[in-house]
């Protein structure tokens, strides 16, 4: 594979454009889907990787161009708005990172369907499929549910990354884990806003477990992670 890959500017483009990345294994016929910031670190290590996503306008052009001259295929139902941009400002002195997301494209229902028939044709003989990162506006705060019932109709494991409402309405469809951080996690289901970082993260995995029955890892700042399932809570790091 190539030696290099997108350069810093490039990053800022895409960093929060949102797409469903499958990458496919032929040797496992694993696919996954995530969205492009997740996605590149795995590609970087030579993973075969499919690009479904909403892009539209000239920055999506842009990006289409960028990923394709990577090597990277990409598959994108018509989107009529411009696709974002995310600038990223790192202050090297303090230790310290901006990021200044502009408000995403208006997507329609019409495109979101689209969207999702597109990444559930996808789905079958997948081992799994993970959703993460917000949803545009536009798209119902149970957008991704209709993925989850989907990866449980055709027997593929769902993995959720997400906050807030989104969060929530994805905890009571039940996804087999549920993976997010602290701030994330209390985004959804309330709780201190002060107090040691673990004990708020083992309350929040109990609040979301309660509700999805499945695995919740919730992960705080300094590497540690909160992990549950069956009404356990074991710390990781």
């Given at each position: 594979?190539k030696?290099?890959?997108?350069?810093?500017?490039h990053?800022?483009?895409?960093?929060?454009v949102?797409?469903?990345?499958?990458?496919?294994?032929?040797?496992?016929?694993?696919?996954?889907?995530?969205?492009?910031?997740d996605?590149?670190?795995?590609?970087c290590?030579?993973v075969?990787?499919?690009?479904?996503g909403?892009?539209?306008?000239r920055t999506?052009?842009?990006l289409?161009?960028?990923?394709?001259?990577e090597e990277?295929?990409?598959?994108s139902?018509?989107?009529?708005?411009?696709?974002?941009?995310?600038t990223i400002?790192?202050?090297?002195?303090?230790?310290?990172?901006?990021?200044?997301?502009?408000?995403g494209?208006?997507v329609?229902?019409d495109?979101?369907?689209?969207m999702t028939d597109l990444?559930?044709s996808?789905l079958?003989?997948?081992?799994?499929?993970i959703?993460?990162?917000s949803?545009?506006?536009g798209v119902p705060?149970?957008?991704?549910?209709?993925?989850?019932?989907?990866?449980?109709?055709?027997?593929?494991p769902?993995?959720?990354?997400?906050?807030?409402?989104?969060?929530m309405?994805c905890a009571?469809?039940s996804?087999?884990?549920?993976?997010?951080n602290?701030e994330?996690?209390e985004s959804?289901?309330?709780g201190?806003?002060d107090?040691?970082?673990v004990s708020?993260?083992c309350?929040?995995?109990?609040?979301?477990?309660?509700?999805?029955?499945?695995?919740?890892?919730?992960t705080?700042?300094?590497g540690?992670?909160?992990?549950?399932?069956?009404h356990?809570?074991?710390?990781?790091?």
């Open positions: 594979r030696s290099t890959r997108l350069n810093s500017s990053l800022v483009i895409s960093y929060a949102f797409f469903f990345f499958f990458f496919n294994d032929t040797a496992t016929t694993e696919i996954y889907t995530l969205s492009l910031h996605a590149l670190p795995i590609w290590l030579g075969e990787t499919q690009v479904i909403l892009v539209g306008g999506g052009a842009l289409t161009s960028l990923l394709h001259a990277m295929a990409v598959l139902p018509a989107l009529a708005r411009e696709t974002r941009i995310a400002v790192h202050d090297r002195a303090a230790g310290t990172t901006t990021v200044l997301n502009e408000r494209p208006t329609t229902l495109e979101w369907a689209a990444v559930t996808r079958p003989g997948a081992a799994v499929l959703c993460t990162g949803l545009p506006p705060e149970d957008g991704y549910v209709e993925l989850i019932e989907a990866g449980k109709r055709l027997g593929v769902v993995i959720i990354d997400a906050s807030a409402q989104t969060l309405r009571e469809a996804p087999e884990i549920i993976k997010v602290l994330e996690a959804a289901t309330g201190a806003a107090g040691p970082s708020r993260a309350a929040a995995a109990r609040r979301l477990q309660a509700v999805s029955g499945n695995a919740v890892v919730v705080v700042a300094g540690a992670a909160l992990a549950g399932r069956d356990a809570i074991f710390q990781i790091g």
